[in-house]
């Protein structure tokens, strides 16, 4: 079992900046692959981006490469989501999850644990 805890998210003008973090319970946080996903009000959740246990692997959708990082450090068992050039299009709940193996994806059934989400708003 892995529990999740996102923080980080607030209000930020457009063309800003805010780092999302998520921390994860387990000692074997390494073994788990990492995604983060976003829900706007109206919409289906919809994947932003997802990391490998190690780190080595990432993938991006298109809507936000060149403005995310996604970002693992396994001795805090944290995950990051690093959000540049934020658009107000970008506003809504944003979700880390876990998978039960290393390997990263951009499929969000393949993700078992998900946490409680924090809410990111992007104003004009």
């Known amino acids: 079992q892995v529990q999740l805890v996102e923080s980080g998210g607030g209000l930020v003008q457009a063309g800003g900046s805010l780092r999302l973090s998520c921390a994860a319970s387990?000692?074997?946080?390494?073994?788990?692959?990492m995604g983060w996903f976003r829900q706007a009000p109206g919409k289906e959740r919809e994947v932003v981006a997802a990391i490998s246990g190690s780190g080595g692997t990432t993938y991006y959708v298109e809507s936000i490469k060149g403005r995310f990082t996604i970002s693992r450090d396994n001795a805090k068992n944290t995950v990051y989501l690093q959000m540049n050039s934020l658009k107000v299009e970008d506003t809504a709940v944003y979700y880390c999850a876990a998978r039960s193996n290393e390997y990263a994806t951009l499929n969000s059934h393949a993700y078992a644990y998900w946490g409680q989400g924090t809410q990111v708003t992007v104003s004009s």
């Open positions: 387990g000692r074997t946080f390494r073994t788990n692959a």
